[in-house]
């Protein structure tokens, strides 16, 4: 899970850059931050989101349903290795 205390929400193929410095070292970026948003408010407490922000096929239920948290990434997560894998998406 993200520790630095934000969610990006817009976690697809497109926003993943990958770079190749060595034969052994190959570095994993996240880009567009653009949805980005904080986890927590001042008051340290847990927000639950209700836009309904993202790219359909990557987009958790909870999105859908306008009332979701940091685990959408989670979800989006999937979905992109499952596309990795197969090179379609699960629905």
Request: aromatic share 14%; glycine share 6%; proline share 3%.
């Amino acid at each position: 899970m993200n520790q630095k205390g934000w969610i990006h929400r817009d976690i697809k193929a497109e926003n993943v850059l990958i770079s190749q410095v060595t034969e052994d070292e190959i570095y994993v970026k996240l880009c567009d931050f653009g949805f980005c948003t904080k986890k927590t408010d001042q008051n340290g407490v847990t927000l639950k989101l209700r836009e309904v922000v993202g790219s359909p096929y990557y987009l958790a239920p909870e999105v859908l349903n306008q009332n979701y948290g940091q685990k959408c990434d989670l979800w989006s997560l999937g979905v992109l290795m499952y596309f990795i894998l197969s090179n379609s998406f699960p629905f």
